[in-house]
C-alpha cells in the first residue's frame, strides 16, 4: 500500500529518478521491522505506511537538493575564474541562472512548501528513522 501511494505520487517524474526513490523507500520498508523496534513502539500498518512514504519524500528531496547545490557550487567556483562561464549540454543550459537550476530551485522550493502544508517539514528533516516512527505514532 504504503509503496503504491508513493509510486502514484512519483508516476510524472523520469524512470530513473522514480526508481531510485522507490528502491530507498524498498528498503526502508524491509528495515520497518528493526526501526520499529529500536523506537519500542508496536509495529502497524498505517504507521508503517506512513514511514515509507515520508523516506520516500525525504529521498526525492535529498535527490533534488544535491543537485540543486552541486551545480550552485560549481558555478560559483568556475565564476570566481571567468567572468562568463556557462555550461551547455544539447539544449540545456546548466549554468547559474540558467534553466536547468532555475527548475531545480522551483522543485525545492514546492517540495519544501508541500511539506511544511502539510506539517511534515520536521518530519522530512530528521534523520533518525526511529524518532519519526515514535512521533508518528503520537499523533502525526
Not at 68 to 89: H, M, P, T
Request: aromatic fraction near 10%; avoid cysteine; proline fraction near 1%.
Amino acid at each position: 500500500m504504503s509503496l503504491k501511494l508513493l509510486s502514484d505520487a512519483l508516476e510524472s517524474l523520469p524512470y530513473s529518478l522514480k526508481e531510485q526513490v522507490l528502491g530507498y523507500a524498498r528498503s526502508i520498508s524491509e528495515a520497518a521491522p528493526e526501526i520499529f523496534k529500536e523506537a519500542g513502539v508496536r509495529r502497524d500498518n498505517k504507521t508503517e505506511d506512513t514511514l515509507v512514504f515520508l523516506a520516500g519524500m525525504k529521498k526525492l528531496f535529498s535527490i533534488v537538493d544535491s543537485n540543486y547545490w552541486v551545480i550552485d557550487n560549481a558555478g560559483a567556483i568556475l565564476e570566481k575564474e571567468q567572468s562568463q562561464f556557462s555550461v551547455r549540454i544539447g539544449g540545456s543550459d546548466f549554468s547559474r541562472g540558467g534553466d536547468y537550476l532555475s527548475k531545480l530551485d522551483m522543485i525545492r522550493k514546492e517540495l519544501n512548501s508541500y511539506f511544511i502544508e502539510q506539517g511534515i517539514a520536521d518530519l522530512i528533516e530528521s534523520r533518525n528513522y526511529s524518532e519519526i516512527v515514535r512521533t508518528i505514532q503520537n499523533g502525526r
